[in-house]
Every structure is written in C-alpha cells, then in structure tokens.
C-alpha cells in the first residue's frame, strides 16, 4: 500500500502564560478547536470565531472545504490556559507512555537473558520461512523503530537466550525473596520434589513439647494461660485511681477515674499484678504436661507485657522472685525443660542503632525471667533462647560482621550462656549460620520445616533427607556438647494445599510424623493446636503416654463446674415472637434447681486435668468442643400471614 508520507514534526514544548499569543487589532481572541490524530502525536486545530452568529441551516448546507482554513500546528499565539493545560496533560501521557514501554522492553529483555524458560505465547520462535519484519536493513527501515521491529526483535534476543540457555550449565536456585518476588514456578508447585527420610526415631526416648498456650487450659473455666497482656494506654489509665477504690475493678461500673490526679506506682501496680497471674498459672500448665506425658515447655515472652520497654520498662526481681522461683522448683521436681523464644523484631545483626538496643534489653529481660526461675545446673544451661539471626539488609557478609561484633561486645555473659541461633524460613539456611556457630561457640537449632523453605541447593535438596546426613548432624550437635546442654530441634508441617515460600511457611495444625531425629532429642513440634499436635504423634505411633489421653465428651468437661441456664422460662419479644433459650450443656443438679447443690465438688488440683479418665484430647477441626455448646435460640412466632397477595399466603 501506498500513501503520501508524512514528515514528523518535533512535538511542542511546554507553553506558559506570559508565552500566550494576543490579538493585535483589539477584536476578541477566537478559540482553537482541537483535533487529536490517533497516528500521531501532532495536535491540529480549526479557528472558530464565537463572536459571529451561528445559523443552524447554514451549518447544515454544504460548505466549500476550499475556503476554509487547512488546519495547523498549534501555536502558542493561539493557545488559552485551558488548551495549555490540555496540550500539558496529553504530553505528560505521551512521556508516561514513552516510559511504561521502555520498562516492558527491558523486563523482557531480563526474563530473556535469564534461565527461566520463555512463555509460549510470548516468546514462541519464529518460522524459518517468515516473511521478512522491516528491520534496519531494509530501505523503509530508517527512522525510529517500529511497534512491529520491536517486537521482531525482542522474539530474536528471546529464541537467543533460549538456545544458549540449553548449552550453559544451570544456575543456582533463586532465594526465596526472589521467588516470592518474581512469582518462579519451580520455588512453587513445579519445584522439585522434596527428598525425604525414612527413618523414624522408634523407640522413642526423648521430650516432646509445644509452645506457649494450652487450647484445653486456656478454655477453662477460669482460663488458665501465661500470655494476658494489656495496651499501653491501659496502664497509663490506670495510674488514676477506680472510681471507687474499695470495690473491685468493673468495666463499666468502677473504671478509672482520670479526673483524680495519676500516679505511677498504680500504673505499675496494674501490670504487675497482670503479670503474677500468667507466672502463677505456669504450674498450673507444668502438672497438666506431666500427667500426659509432655516434658519440654516453651514459655511466653508475653508473660510481662512491656518489661523490656523503653520508657515503661521495668525488672521482674522485686515482685516476681518468689512467683517464679515457685514455678521453678515444680520443674525441678518433674523434670521439665523450660524454654524461651524472643520475637521476630529482636536482632542483633540490624544495622540501626536502636533496633540494636531494643534486641539486648529484650534479651535481657527474657535471660532475667530464666534466671529467677532457679532451676538446677543442668536445667538451667538447658533453659535457652533461641533466636534468629534476622534481617540481611541487601549484604549478607555485613549482617554477619554486626552480629559477631554486637554478640561479642554487647551481651553479657549470662545471656551468651543462654543464646542459640535457629535456622528461619526466610534468608538463613542451616549451612549459612553453622560456620558462625561454629567460630562463636553458638549451639544451632535446626528447624525442618525452615530448612525445606530456604535451603542452600549447593549442598542438599529439599526434604529431610540430606540435611539429616550423619556429617551434618556431628557438627550440628557437636554445638551443644560444646556448651554442656541437652540438644533440641523443632518440627512442624506447612498447611495443605501450600504452593508458594510465603504460604508453606505456615503451620499445619498438627504433624503427620517424626522427623529423622535422634530417638533420644528433645524435640519441640510448633504447630496450631499446640498440645493436641503432641498427642496426635503419640496416638499414631504409640509414643510413652498415649493411652493417657482420651477423647473428649463434646462441649462437656467433668473437671470443672459449668451452670446452666434455666429451662423453659423465655422473654417475649414483641406480639408475634416468643424466644426460648435452650439451656448450655453443664454440670446440674439431679432436680434441676441450678447449680448452688447437690453440684459436685472439685478440688483446686484436680481442675482443668481432665477429669479421672483424661478426656483431653479432641479431633482435628472440632476446636468448638473445648466450649460448652452456644445458646440455641428457637423464634416461634404467632399464627400470621406472610406475603402481599391473597394466593401467596403462607400460614406458619
């Protein structure tokens, strides 16, 4: 096809006010109408004269194209503010549109150059017998390039790349940023398969535990758990006094009155006494372990809520010491292993300075709550904090170098005594942290479930396999012996159905096997419900202690006393409705008069146990039992009618 071409005008530049053409002769400026071609970037535009009267049928009759102006280029003799702007905004998205396509360019460029396979629908290759796409050679190929080159010759670079990928060795598996960054199939579901061990630790001899919270204590009937905590703004309010000083707290009845003036030893009055009723509840949690045959513990950092703040910061010993010392001496005495795990935000390797700071009094407070626990020798150097090495910060060796110079210069002694570092599933492999391990006298927590999420593929494959390799596991333990402390790992399966790094690096919640562990490790399984996990691995494999453990009654418990409502006398809610509350399923009388007699007496030990046949364990998915059953409220409404027309009736 052939046509006229056109000659490309450069595009205007940006016009101002003072740049605004005005008419010499006094008459009123016309106003340009203006044209936008699709095939160009040129702005034309037609003068029409607002000032002259319009006639409807002179406008409809022919009019010769002869003696009207050609259209032009715009000027800025012709130009108001409203065409300024317009002509402003239009060459804004000319450059956006400039910009957006030299990025797409560029990340196919990348995504060619790369080992990735192409897209077939994006870079399939060209026929040998195509027909030829204009490029620079040819004679109508001069100027800018076109949409079609430059799409010919992305499909070129893109069938290159492919044809040396095939002759280069592969490359090493991305990280997990960048897989979760680029969204990479084989960090996904077309990852290679995970290589597994067969071995199972049978007979087993070691310590099972979980984390933290109790699901069957902590619905209780007063809950029983370490981890109440509080806002800050709660503890500010409560520096005033109640309302009435002489009545229990209420909140809506006695709440702090703010118009008396604070002061803060109430303030610290509040949290301390919120913080003795999570350490007394930690023997509570350390007998019901022991009756079921779990061993190793971990306890909450959120025992004290804000110990290790800034400013509302405070030290456990002068009101916690013999609270504590009560909790240790219990697991002294049944041989328990208590733990500890600082959160996510304490790091030693950060490269600001305050995060450094708040990482060692975090510390700190966590290595006093171990310390005023007593615990003997043995327990003690076995009572750890585990923790991660954190953040990389774009300089792996860097985070490295901060963390050896802050764990060197910063801590005490009696807190290095207690650190260990723990592989995680987001930067650290267990082949990058055991060198440092190593050097620093470090004991090493190895975590399967991180490991199969970032691991080095220079050294093993996914799976439970080749990181269980017997030279691996030497060194690995060889950290604890070094130190005089009893060995432990952690274990927990990511959720069903998880494809990508950020999905598997939640917890199922529960484990379907061992890990090949030692038979003798202390192994932690961190899983969603908590206990119930542990007693799953034990009902499956016959672990020491299983048949203490039996199924719950749903929605009832025989170790506490649950009342119940009374039956049949119901609230009438207008002229049509009656509700009747069921009653709560729970422990009554045998005339049905409420719970004051003829209940059952518990005794303050035996509560919360699970009763005389240890009915503590339920199913995977019915949580709701742990509950009594919710109030059933049945509408029975009047005889009536219900609809607008006389054939749709409905009598109920």
Request: glycine share 6%.
């Given at each position: 096809?052939?046509?006229r071409?056109?000659?490309?005008?450069?595009?205007?530049?940006p016009l101002?006010?003072h740049?605004?053409?005005?008419?010499?002769?006094?008459?009123t400026?016309?106003?340009?109408?203006?044209?936008?071609?699709?095939s160009?970037?040129?702005?034309?535009?037609?003068?029409?004269?607002?000032n002259e009267?319009?006639?409807?049928?002179?406008e409809s009759?022919?009019?010769?194209s002869?003696?009207?102006?050609?259209?032009r280029?715009?000027?800025?003799?012709?130009m108001?503010?409203?065409?300024?702007?317009?002509?402003?905004?239009?060459e804004g998205?000319?450059?956006?549109?400039?910009?957006?396509?030299?990025a797409?360019?560029?990340?196919k460029?990348?995504v060619?150059e790369?080992?990735?396979?192409?897209?077939p629908?994006?870079?399939?290759?060209?026929?040998?017998?195509?027909?030829?796409?204009?490029?620079?050679?040819?004679p109508?190929g001069s100027?800018p390039?076109?949409?079609r080159?430059m799409r010919?010759?992305?499909?070129?670079?893109?069938?290159?790349?492919?044809?040396?990928?095939?002759?280069?060795?592969?490359?090493?598996?991305p990280?997990?940023?960048?897989?979760?960054?680029?969204?990479?199939?084989?960090?996904?579901?077309?990852?290679?398969?995970?290589?597994?061990?067969?071995?199972l630790?049978?007979?087993?001899?070691?310590?099972?535990g979980?984390?933290?919270?109790?699901?069957?204590?902590?619905?209780?009937?007063?809950?029983?758990?370490?981890?109440?905590?509080?806002?800050?703004?709660s503890?500010?309010?409560?520096?005033?006094?109640l309302?009435?000083?002489?009545?229990?707290?209420?909140?809506?009845k006695?709440?702090?009155?703010?118009?008396?003036?604070?002061s803060?030893?109430?303030?610290y009055k509040?949290v301390?006494?919120?913080?003795?009723?999570n350490a007394?509840?930690?023997?509570?949690?350390?007998r019901?372990?022991?009756?079921?045959?779990?061993?190793?513990?971990?306890?909450s950092?959120?025992?004290?809520?804000?110990?290790?703040?800034?400013?509302?910061g405070?030290?456990?010993?002068?009101?916690?010491s013999d609270?504590?010392?009560e909790?240790?001496?219990?697991?002294a005495?049944?041989?328990?292993?208590?733990?500890?795990?600082?959160g996510?935000f304490?790091q030693?390797?950060?490269?600001?300075?305050?995060?450094?700071?708040?990482?060692v009094?975090?510390?700190?407070y966590?290595?006093?709550?171990?310390?005023?626990?007593?615990?003997?020798?043995?327990q003690?150097?076995?009572?750890?904090?585990?923790?991660?090495?954190?953040?990389?910060?774009?300089?792996?060796?860097?985070?490295?170098?901060?963390?050896?110079?802050?764990?060197?210069?910063?801590?005490?002694?009696?807190?290095k005594?207690?650190?260990?570092?723990?592989?995680d599933d987001?930067?650290?492999s267990?082949?990058?942290l055991l060198?440092?391990?190593?050097?620093?006298?470090?004991?090493?927590?190895?975590?399967?479930?991180?490991?199969?999420?970032?691991?080095?593929a220079?050294?093993?494959?996914?799976?439970?396999?080749?990181?269980?390799?017997p030279?691996l596991?030497?060194?690995?333990?060889?950290?604890?012996?070094?130190?005089?402390?009893?060995?432990?790992?952690?274990?927990?399966?990511?959720?069903p159905?998880?494809?990508?790094?950020?999905?598997r690096?939640?917890?199922?919640?529960?484990?379907a096997?061992?890990?090949p562990?030692?038979?003798?490790?202390d192994?932690?399984?961190?899983?969603?419900?908590?206990?119930?996990a542990?007693?799953e691995?034990?009902?499956?494999?016959?672990?020491?202690?299983?048949e203490r453990?039996?199924?719950?009654v749903?929605?009832?418990?025989?170790?506490?006393v649950?009342?119940?409502?009374?039956k049949?006398?119901?609230?009438?809610?207008?002229?049509?409705?009656v509700?009747v509350e069921?009653e709560?399923?729970?422990?009554?009388?045998?005339?049905?008069?409420?719970?004051?007699?003829?209940?059952?007496?518990?005794?303050?030990?035996?509560?919360a146990?699970?009763?005389?046949?240890?009915?503590?364990?339920?199913?995977?998915g019915?949580?709701?039992w742990l509950?009594?059953?919710?109030?059933?409220?049945?509408?029975?409404?009047?005889r009536?009618?219900?609809?607008?027309?006389d054939?749709?009736?409905?009598?109920?």
């Open positions: 096809m052939g046509g071409k056109r000659k490309s005008l450069p595009s205007p530049p101002n006010n740049e605004l053409a005005t008419v010499s002769d006094g008459s400026a016309s106003r340009p109408e203006v044209t936008l071609r699709r160009s970037r040129r702005l034309t535009v037609k003068h029409t004269d607002y009267q319009t006639n409807p049928e002179i009759e022919n009019v010769d002869t003696n009207l102006d050609p259209p280029v715009i000027g800025a003799e012709d108001d503010d409203s065409i300024v702007s317009r002509a402003l905004a239009i998205l000319v450059k956006t549109e400039r910009r957006m396509k030299l797409t360019k560029k990340q460029q990348q060619a790369s080992r990735l396979p192409p897209a629908d994006r870079y399939a290759i060209p026929q040998p017998n195509a027909r030829p796409t204009g490029n620079g050679d040819s109508r100027g390039p076109t949409k080159q010919a010759r992305d499909k070129t670079t893109a069938t290159a790349s492919v044809s040396q990928e095939t002759q280069e060795p592969p490359h090493p598996l990280t997990p940023d960048e897989a979760d960054a680029l969204d990479i199939p084989e960090r996904g579901a077309a990852r290679p398969p995970a290589i597994n061990s067969s071995y630790p049978l007979p087993w001899r070691g310590r099972l979980y984390a933290c919270l109790n699901t069957y204590l902590r619905t209780a009937k007063p809950p029983v758990f370490s981890s109440r905590t509080c806002r800050m703004s503890i500010i309010d409560h520096r005033h006094p309302q009435h000083p002489d009545q229990p707290e209420h909140p809506t006695n709440r702090p009155d703010k118009s008396k003036p604070p803060l030893e109430l303030g509040f301390e006494d919120l913080s003795l009723a007394r509840d930690i023997v509570k949690m350390l019901w372990n022991d009756k079921y045959g779990i061993r190793l513990f971990r306890l950092s959120e025992m004290f809520p804000f110990a290790s703040h800034p400013e509302h405070y030290k456990l010993a002068p009101f916690a609270v504590l010392a909790a240790g001496k219990v697991a005495e049944l041989g328990h292993r208590l733990t500890m795990h600082p996510q304490t030693l390797g950060s490269p600001r300075r305050e995060v450094i700071t708040a990482s009094r975090d510390l700190e966590h290595d006093e709550l171990l310390s005023l626990l007593r615990l003997p020798p043995q003690d150097r076995d009572a750890v904090l585990i923790l991660h090495m954190g953040g990389v910060y774009g300089d792996k060796a860097a985070a490295l170098a901060r963390f050896r110079t802050n764990y060197t210069t910063l801590l005490s002694p009696s807190i005594a207690r650190l260990v570092l723990e592989n987001v930067s650290w267990v082949h990058e060198p440092i391990c190593e050097e620093l006298n470090i004991p090493l927590v190895l975590d399967y479930h991180h490991h199969n999420i970032v691991f080095d220079s050294q093993c494959r996914e799976g439970t396999l080749d990181i269980s390799h030279a596991m030497e060194r690995i333990a060889a950290t604890w012996r070094r130190k005089g402390m009893t060995q432990k790992m952690h274990y927990s399966e990511p959720c159905g998880a494809v990508t790094p950020k999905d690096r939640k917890h199922s919640p529960r484990v096997t061992l890990p562990c030692p038979p003798d490790m192994l932690m399984i961190e899983a969603k419900d908590k206990e119930q542990v007693f691995l034990m009902r499956n494999f016959k672990l020491p202690g299983f453990v039996c199924d719950m749903p929605y009832e418990r025989e170790d506490e649950r009342a119940a409502a009374v049949g006398k119901g609230k009438k809610r207008g002229k049509k409705e509700v069921e709560e399923d729970g422990v009554v009388d045998g005339d049905g008069e409420g719970v004051e007699d003829g209940v059952p007496v518990i005794a303050e030990e035996d509560f146990m699970g009763g005389k046949g240890g009915r503590v364990y339920w199913p995977p019915c949580e709701e509950k009594p059953r919710k109030k059933e409220v049945v509408v029975k409404k009047e009536g009618v219900v609809g607008g027309d054939d749709d009736d409905m009598e109920f």
